[in-house]
Protein backbone atom coordinates (compact mmCIF):
# COMPACT_ATOMS: atom_id res chain seq x y z
CA UNK A 1 0.00 0.00 0.00
CA UNK A 2 1.45 2.93 -0.93
CA UNK A 3 1.93 6.19 1.23
CA UNK A 4 -0.87 8.10 -1.01
CA UNK A 5 -3.36 5.49 -0.59
CA UNK A 6 -2.81 4.74 3.36
CA UNK A 7 -3.34 8.09 3.97
CA UNK A 8 -7.20 8.36 2.60
CA UNK A 9 -7.39 4.65 4.09
CA UNK A 10 -6.12 5.80 7.48
CA UNK A 11 -9.02 6.39 8.95
CA UNK A 12 -10.70 3.11 7.90
CA UNK A 13 -7.73 1.06 8.81
CA UNK A 14 -6.94 2.93 12.53
CA UNK A 15 -10.44 3.07 13.16
CA UNK A 16 -9.71 -0.10 15.77
CA UNK A 17 -5.96 -0.04 16.09
CA UNK A 18 -3.93 -2.25 18.88
CA UNK A 19 -1.91 0.33 21.00
CA UNK A 20 0.43 -2.20 23.46
CA UNK A 21 -2.05 -4.36 23.39
CA UNK A 22 -5.09 -2.14 23.96
CA UNK A 23 -7.77 -1.45 21.69
CA UNK A 24 -7.63 2.35 20.62
CA UNK A 25 -10.54 3.82 18.13
CA UNK A 26 -8.50 6.67 16.04
CA UNK A 27 -10.67 9.84 15.52
CA UNK A 28 -12.79 9.88 12.56
CA UNK A 29 -12.54 12.59 9.74
CA UNK A 30 -13.08 15.84 10.53
CA UNK A 31 -16.78 17.07 9.04
CA UNK A 32 -17.83 20.76 7.88
CA UNK A 33 -20.43 22.60 6.47
CA UNK A 34 -21.32 23.19 2.85
CA UNK A 35 -20.43 27.01 3.45
CA UNK A 36 -17.35 25.93 4.87
CA UNK A 37 -16.78 23.87 1.13
CA UNK A 38 -16.94 27.01 -0.61
CA UNK A 39 -14.53 29.31 1.99
CA UNK A 40 -10.71 29.18 2.17
CA UNK A 41 -8.37 28.98 5.07
CA UNK A 42 -6.83 31.85 6.11
CA UNK A 43 -3.17 33.28 5.81
CA UNK A 44 -3.41 34.01 9.10
CA UNK A 45 -4.01 30.26 10.14
CA UNK A 46 -1.40 28.62 7.42
CA UNK A 47 1.43 30.71 8.93
CA UNK A 48 0.06 30.03 12.54
CA UNK A 49 -0.09 26.14 12.20
CA UNK A 50 3.31 26.17 10.29
CA UNK A 51 5.04 28.00 13.13
CA UNK A 52 2.99 25.47 15.40
CA UNK A 53 4.40 22.50 13.82
CA UNK A 54 7.74 24.09 14.16
CA UNK A 55 7.99 24.65 17.63
CA UNK A 56 6.31 21.01 17.84
CA UNK A 57 8.70 19.46 16.03
CA UNK A 58 12.03 21.24 18.41
CA UNK A 59 10.18 18.85 21.47
CA UNK A 60 11.45 15.90 19.05
CA UNK A 61 14.75 13.59 20.07
CA UNK A 62 17.74 15.46 18.43
CA UNK A 63 17.66 12.38 15.85
CA UNK A 64 14.66 13.03 14.33
CA UNK A 65 15.06 16.82 14.61
CA UNK A 66 18.28 16.60 12.44
CA UNK A 67 16.48 14.49 10.18
CA UNK A 68 13.15 16.49 9.71
CA UNK A 69 14.63 20.11 9.68
CA UNK A 70 14.22 20.81 6.46
CA UNK A 71 10.72 19.35 5.47
CA UNK A 72 8.97 22.04 6.92
CA UNK A 73 9.37 24.47 3.82
CA UNK A 74 5.63 24.34 2.92
CA UNK A 75 4.13 26.98 0.73
CA UNK A 76 0.56 27.83 1.03
CA UNK A 77 -0.79 26.65 -1.87
CA UNK A 78 -0.90 22.58 -1.53
CA UNK A 79 -0.25 22.80 2.06
CA UNK A 80 -3.49 21.46 3.36
CA UNK A 81 -4.00 19.21 0.57
CA UNK A 82 -3.00 15.09 0.62
CA UNK A 83 0.29 15.33 -1.36
CA UNK A 84 3.16 13.24 -1.30
CA UNK A 85 5.88 16.31 -0.59
CA UNK A 86 6.02 20.01 0.68
CA UNK A 87 2.09 19.83 2.56
CA UNK A 88 1.59 19.44 5.75
CA UNK A 89 0.04 16.51 5.34
CA UNK A 90 3.29 14.57 3.84
CA UNK A 91 5.12 16.44 6.32
CA UNK A 92 3.46 14.17 9.15
CA UNK A 93 3.42 11.08 7.41
CA UNK A 94 7.61 11.52 6.76
CA UNK A 95 7.42 12.31 10.51
CA UNK A 96 6.14 9.09 11.88
CA UNK A 97 8.30 7.69 9.27
CA UNK A 98 11.30 9.12 10.66
CA UNK A 99 10.57 8.55 14.15
CA UNK A 100 9.66 4.53 13.73
CA UNK A 101 13.06 4.61 11.86
CA UNK A 102 15.19 1.62 13.55
CA UNK A 103 18.90 3.11 14.49
CA UNK A 104 22.07 1.00 14.98
CA UNK A 105 21.92 1.62 18.12
CA UNK A 106 19.32 1.00 20.65
CA UNK A 107 16.96 3.75 21.04
CA UNK A 108 16.59 5.45 24.65
CA UNK A 109 13.06 6.17 26.61
CA UNK A 110 13.91 9.64 27.03
CA UNK A 111 13.79 9.52 23.11
CA UNK A 112 10.62 7.95 23.21
CA UNK A 113 9.30 10.42 25.15
CA UNK A 114 10.67 13.00 23.15
CA UNK A 115 9.07 11.63 19.69
CA UNK A 116 5.45 11.19 21.74
CA UNK A 117 6.09 15.21 22.97
CA UNK A 118 6.21 15.89 19.56
CA UNK A 119 3.13 14.30 18.20
CA UNK A 120 1.44 15.48 20.97
CA UNK A 121 2.18 19.33 20.41
CA UNK A 122 1.45 18.75 16.59
CA UNK A 123 -2.14 17.27 17.53
CA UNK A 124 -2.43 20.75 19.82
CA UNK A 125 -1.60 22.75 16.68
CA UNK A 126 -5.22 21.61 14.66
CA UNK A 127 -6.78 20.44 18.53
CA UNK A 128 -9.48 23.61 17.96
CA UNK A 129 -10.86 22.63 15.01
CA UNK A 130 -11.69 18.75 16.41
CA UNK A 131 -14.69 17.84 17.96
CA UNK A 132 -14.84 16.89 21.47
CA UNK A 133 -15.01 13.37 20.92
CA UNK A 134 -12.62 13.39 18.31
CA UNK A 135 -10.19 15.50 20.73
CA UNK A 136 -10.90 12.99 23.93
CA UNK A 137 -10.01 10.18 21.85
CA UNK A 138 -6.33 10.86 20.44
CA UNK A 139 -5.72 12.22 23.92
CA UNK A 140 -6.57 8.19 24.61
CA UNK A 141 -4.29 7.67 22.58
CA UNK A 142 -1.42 9.49 23.31
CA UNK A 143 -2.16 7.93 27.16
CA UNK A 144 -2.02 4.41 25.20
CA UNK A 145 2.05 5.14 24.19
CA UNK A 146 2.68 7.01 27.14
CA UNK A 147 2.16 3.58 29.07
CA UNK A 148 4.19 1.62 26.66
CA UNK A 149 6.85 4.17 26.98
CA UNK A 150 6.86 4.27 30.50
CA UNK A 151 6.82 -0.05 30.56
CA UNK A 152 9.78 0.12 27.94
CA UNK A 153 13.40 -0.81 29.34
CA UNK A 154 15.96 -0.95 26.49
CA UNK A 155 18.30 -3.41 29.20
CA UNK A 156 15.16 -6.29 29.09
CA UNK A 157 15.75 -9.26 27.00
CA UNK A 158 12.46 -8.14 25.17
CA UNK A 159 13.02 -4.60 24.43
CA UNK A 160 13.49 -5.07 20.80
CA UNK A 161 9.66 -6.49 20.43
CA UNK A 162 8.69 -3.32 22.93
CA UNK A 163 10.86 -1.32 21.00
CA UNK A 164 9.19 -2.27 17.60
CA UNK A 165 5.57 -1.92 19.19
CA UNK A 166 6.70 1.37 19.79
CA UNK A 167 7.67 2.29 16.57
CA UNK A 168 4.79 1.02 15.54
CA UNK A 169 2.27 3.36 17.85
CA UNK A 170 3.89 6.41 16.91
CA UNK A 171 4.24 5.73 13.43
CA UNK A 172 0.00 5.37 13.36
CA UNK A 173 -0.34 8.23 15.71
CA UNK A 174 1.37 10.22 13.22
CA UNK A 175 -0.52 8.69 10.31
CA UNK A 176 -3.36 9.54 12.10
CA UNK A 177 -3.03 13.26 12.05
CA UNK A 178 -1.82 13.55 8.69
CA UNK A 179 -5.25 12.40 7.84
CA UNK A 180 -7.74 13.27 10.42
CA UNK A 181 -6.25 16.81 11.29
CA UNK A 182 -4.89 18.06 8.13
CA UNK A 183 -6.14 16.53 5.21
CA UNK A 184 -9.82 15.74 5.54
CA UNK A 185 -9.74 19.30 7.46
CA UNK A 186 -7.87 20.45 4.42
CA UNK A 187 -10.11 19.20 1.63
CA UNK A 188 -13.45 21.16 2.83
CA UNK A 189 -11.52 23.97 1.76
CA UNK A 190 -10.57 26.30 -1.37
CA UNK A 191 -7.32 26.51 -0.42
CA UNK A 192 -5.28 28.94 1.16
CA UNK A 193 -6.28 32.67 1.42
CA UNK A 194 -3.79 34.49 -0.67
CA UNK A 195 -1.21 36.47 1.53
CA UNK A 196 -2.20 40.34 2.65
CA UNK A 197 -0.77 43.09 0.58
CA UNK A 198 1.37 45.19 1.95
CA UNK A 199 -0.12 49.13 2.04
CA UNK A 200 0.78 51.14 -1.10
CA UNK A 201 3.67 53.13 -0.42
CA UNK A 202 3.02 56.85 -1.54
CA UNK A 203 5.99 56.62 -4.20
CA UNK A 204 5.61 53.79 -6.81
CA UNK A 205 7.87 51.20 -6.26
CA UNK A 206 9.45 49.19 -9.07
CA UNK A 207 8.09 45.61 -8.56
CA UNK A 208 10.83 43.14 -7.46
CA UNK A 209 11.15 39.66 -9.07
CA UNK A 210 11.26 36.60 -7.10
CA UNK A 211 11.68 33.18 -8.25
CA UNK A 212 9.12 31.12 -6.69
CA UNK A 213 10.97 28.09 -4.81
CA UNK A 214 11.24 25.17 -6.13
CA UNK A 215 10.58 22.05 -3.96
CA UNK A 216 13.07 19.14 -4.24
CA UNK A 217 11.52 15.82 -5.81
CA UNK A 218 12.09 12.91 -2.82
CA UNK A 219 13.23 9.87 -3.39
CA UNK A 220 11.37 6.42 -2.30
CA UNK A 221 11.21 3.43 -2.35
CA UNK A 222 8.69 0.74 -4.48
CA UNK A 223 7.99 -2.72 -5.73
CA UNK A 224 9.06 -3.37 -2.55
CA UNK A 225 8.61 -7.62 -1.48
CA UNK A 226 9.10 -9.34 1.88
CA UNK A 227 8.93 -13.23 1.98
CA UNK A 228 9.65 -14.99 5.08
CA UNK A 229 10.73 -19.03 4.42
CA UNK A 230 11.62 -21.37 7.16
CA UNK A 231 14.27 -18.85 9.43
CA UNK A 232 14.90 -16.44 6.29
CA UNK A 233 13.72 -13.52 5.53
CA UNK A 234 14.51 -12.07 1.80
CA UNK A 235 13.53 -8.16 0.95
CA UNK A 236 13.45 -7.46 -2.27
CA UNK A 237 12.75 -3.53 -3.91
CA UNK A 238 14.08 -0.62 -6.60
CA UNK A 239 14.31 2.96 -5.22
CA UNK A 240 13.77 5.97 -6.88
CA UNK A 241 16.36 8.42 -6.71
CA UNK A 242 16.74 12.44 -6.53
CA UNK A 243 19.49 11.99 -4.21
CA UNK A 244 23.02 9.80 -4.31
CA UNK A 245 22.67 6.19 -2.52
CA UNK A 246 24.52 3.34 -2.32
CA UNK A 247 22.76 0.88 -0.34
CA UNK A 248 19.24 -0.20 1.07
CA UNK A 249 19.31 -1.24 5.02
CA UNK A 250 17.56 -3.42 6.13
CA UNK A 251 16.10 -3.79 9.54
CA UNK A 252 14.80 -6.53 11.56
CA UNK A 253 14.98 -7.17 15.87
CA UNK A 254 18.69 -8.71 14.45
CA UNK A 255 19.70 -5.83 13.71
CA UNK A 256 20.36 -4.06 10.68
CA UNK A 257 21.68 -5.35 7.55
CA UNK A 258 22.70 -3.87 4.18
CA UNK A 259 21.74 -4.40 0.71
CA UNK A 260 24.26 -2.65 -2.55
CA UNK A 261 21.77 -1.12 -4.84
CA UNK A 262 22.37 -1.98 -8.61
CA UNK A 263 22.69 0.12 -11.63
CA UNK A 264 19.35 0.06 -11.61
CA UNK A 265 18.94 0.82 -7.93
CA UNK A 266 17.46 -2.27 -7.42
CA UNK A 267 18.31 -4.29 -4.35
CA UNK A 268 17.69 -7.89 -2.53
CA UNK A 269 19.17 -9.28 0.56
CA UNK A 270 18.14 -12.17 2.69
CA UNK A 271 18.86 -12.21 6.22
CA UNK A 272 18.49 -14.99 9.44
CA UNK A 273 15.86 -13.61 11.10
CA UNK A 274 13.39 -16.53 12.52
CA UNK A 275 11.22 -14.61 14.71
CA UNK A 276 11.09 -11.65 12.60
CA UNK A 277 7.64 -9.88 12.77
CA UNK A 278 8.35 -6.52 11.13
CA UNK A 279 10.89 -5.62 8.42
CA UNK A 280 11.89 -1.57 8.13
CA UNK A 281 13.61 -0.84 4.44
CA UNK A 282 15.30 2.63 4.02
CA UNK A 283 17.38 3.37 1.17
CA UNK A 284 20.80 5.92 1.63
CA UNK A 285 24.35 6.36 1.19
CA UNK A 286 27.01 4.26 3.71
CA UNK A 287 29.97 5.05 3.80
CA UNK A 288 32.67 4.47 6.75
CA UNK A 289 30.31 2.49 9.13
CA UNK A 290 28.00 5.81 8.86
CA UNK A 291 24.25 5.40 6.93
CA UNK A 292 22.37 8.31 5.84
CA UNK A 293 18.85 7.48 4.87
CA UNK A 294 17.66 9.69 1.42
CA UNK A 295 14.27 7.91 1.78
CA UNK A 296 11.13 7.68 4.24
CA UNK A 297 11.34 4.11 5.37
CA UNK A 298 8.65 1.38 4.44
CA UNK A 299 7.42 -0.89 7.47
CA UNK A 300 6.48 -4.48 6.04
CA UNK A 301 4.65 -6.61 8.76
CA UNK A 302 5.19 -10.19 8.21
CA UNK A 303 2.21 -12.60 8.76
Known sequence: MTKQVWKKAA??????????????EIPSAVTTTQAQAAAQ??????????SGLKAALGKASPTVQGEMAGDLAIEPKDAYTDGDSATFGGYLDDLGSTISNGEDEDISQSDYQADLNCLAAS??????RLSAGSQ????????SIQRQINAYNVNDDDSWEEADTLDDSLEDYADALSNSLVSDYGRNYDGVAAKPKAAVPVKPVAPVQHKTARTAKKSYIYN??????????????????HKAANYARIHTYKGNA???LNSKHNFSKTVYAPKAKTVKVTVGHYSHGHF????????VHIK
Do not use: R
Open 224 to 241: LSVKKSKKHVKTAGTAKL
Open 258 to 260: YAK
Open 292 to 299: TSVTSTKT
Open 123 to 128: FNVFKS
Open 41 to 50: IPYSTYTSDL
Open 11 to 24: TVILGASLVGGVAV
Open 136 to 143: QQFESLNS
